[in-house]
T-cell receptor
Framework: DTGVSQDPRHKITKRGQNVTFRCDPISEHNRLYWYRQTLGQGPEFLTYFQNEAQLEKSRLLSDRFSAERPKGSFSTLEIQRTEQGDSAMYLC??????????????FGQGTRLTVV | AQTVTQSQPEMSVQEAETVTLSCTYDTSESDYYLFWYKQPPSRQMILVIRQEAYKQQNATENRFSVNFQKAAKSFSLKISDSQLGDAAMYFCAYRSAMIKAAGNKLTFGGGTRVLVKP
């Protein structure tokens, strides 16, 4: 088990371009989360999946953001028409949900997005 | 909505000494979990310690221990015998234990940077 992996690690894009990030969770984990972390701040929840179903989206997730987890394994987060305010670290985490509760969340190393 | 506050942006500690990081939170729920996460530079966030709100006993993990004061809604982290490898950002986080809580997402504080002086 290699843990949660995210790709790419860094992305520089011009304002107005679309970008897509990928997250591969720990294989047996059925829950997957996306968080955004701006410089000097703690992570903020964006959205989460249980298997392939997207069950909650934060108000932070504008219409320009879309996330998918098509087969309940890896997930993608796409940002359309990027803005400078989208510059941040995008973190993915996964956990296993059972009837008795959730395991701890394991985080990936994140994708750092810079919009110029 | 729950909020988590870390009032110390940065703390400095001498190697082998002890440092305590503060965290307060606000919630109307009675059952929840509290966590401390460590985020080293350019590396992923890892769990340091967790505390279940229904447990009165403070959690301990090797050199890391917490002081959980439920009535005061306070959850501090003590790092004993500080080592150079402890240098990192530390985040306090809250997670609801309610079954219907949305995905058991984490709510984080703003973080405290810990500097360890050799």
């Amino acid at each position: 088990d290699t843990g949660v992996s995210q790709d790419p690690r860094h992305k520089i894009t011009k304002r107005g371009q679309n970008v897509t990030f990928r997250c591969d969770p720990i294989s047996e984990h059925n829950r997957l989360y996306w968080y955004r972390q701006t410089l000097g701040q703690g992570p903020e929840f964006l959205t989460y999946f249980q298997n392939e179903a997207q069950l909650e989206k934060s108000r932070l997730l504008s219409d320009r953001f879309s996330a998918e987890r098509p087969k309940g394994s890896f997930s993608t987060l796409e940002i359309q028409r990027t803005e400078q305010g989208d510059s941040a670290m995008y973190l993915c985490a996964s956990s296993q949900h059972r009837d008795g509760g959730d395991t701890e969340a394991f985080f990936g190393q994140g994708t750092r997005l810079t919009v110029v | 909505a729950q909020t988590v506050t870390q009032s110390q942006p940065e703390m400095s500690v001498q190697e082998a000494e002890t440092v305590t990081l503060s965290c307060t939170y606000d919630t109307s729920e009675s059952d929840y979990y509290l966590f401390w996460y460590k985020q080293p530079p350019s590396r992923q966030m890892i769990l340091v310690i967790r505390q279940e709100a229904y447990k009165q006993q403070n959690a301990t993990e090797n050199r890391f221990s917490v002081n959980f004061q439920k009535a005061a809604k306070s959850f501090s982290l003590k790092i004993s015998d500080s080592q150079l490898g402890d240098a990192a950002m530390y985040f306090c986080a809250y997670r609801s234990a309610m079954i219907k809580a949305a995905g058991n997402k984490l709510t984080f504080g703003g973080g405290t940077r810990v500097l360890v002086k050799p």
